[in-house]
């Protein structure tokens, strides 16, 4: 359990009221006293060590702060710690590990989707988000799921290919029965003339 208070604060102040949550983090359920005034991208960074959560803005325009919040994306600098409690929380920590990588991270690297990184982990979330609900996106359905997300170096072209990229990737990798079934539901019985 880890006591948790804003990273300015040298002290914690005894008197500050904390509330007791229990919230799934990559996997692993974290049980911490938080601040109710606690942001979860605050949580994430201080809280739990895990830097890989950016704030970039802390006004919900940026989008560095992406995270899966019960697999869904949200700006974790908008959400309050309190209210992931009871939750799942992911982190571009949990994305892959270091021997074997996200196909969305490899696509990245593949494609050259990176140029400072600060808004990368936010990218790769809201990418692997839209990729676990679409596997197969268009150009144009990739650029609206990360309309949410900026970056300020890349111009963007090699960020879509990087999710393209990655979306090919696992579709080549789906076992030959599963990509049988889907293009048998794909074909469309053409109705007989009497
Ligand atoms: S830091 Fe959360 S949207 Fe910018
Ligand atoms: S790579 Fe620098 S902000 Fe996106």
Not at 128 to 133: S, W, Y
């Amino acid at each position: 359990m880890t006591s948790l208070f804003e990273e300015i604060t040298p002290a914690p102040a005894t008197d500050v009221p904390v509330r007791r949550v229990t919230i799934t983090v990559n996997g692993q359920p974290r049980t911490l006293d938080v601040e109710p005034r606690l942001l979860l991208a605050h949580l994430l960074r201080q809280g739990l060590g895990l830097t890989g959560t950016h704030t970039g803005c802390d006004t919900t325009n940026c989008g560095a702060c992406t995270v899966l919040y019960d697999g869904a994306p949200i700006k974790s600098c908008t959400m309050l710690a309190v209210q992931a409690d009871g939750h799942e929380v992911q982190t571009v920590e949990g994305l892959g590990t270091a021997s074997e990588l996200d196909p969305v991270q490899e696509g990245f690297t593949h494609e050259h989707g990176l140029q400072c990184g600060f808004c990368t982990p936010g990218m790769m979330m809201a990418s692997r988000a839209l990729l676990n609900a679409n596997p197969d996106p268009t150009e144009e359905e990739v650029r609206f799921a990360l309309s949410g997300n900026l970056c300020r170096c890349t111009g963007y072209q090699n960020i879509v290919k990087a999710v393209l990229w990655a979306a090919q990737r696992e579709r080549d990798a789906q076992p030959p029965e599963e990509a049988g079934a889907e293009a048998a539901t794909d074909d469309v019985p053409v109705e007989q003339e009497a």
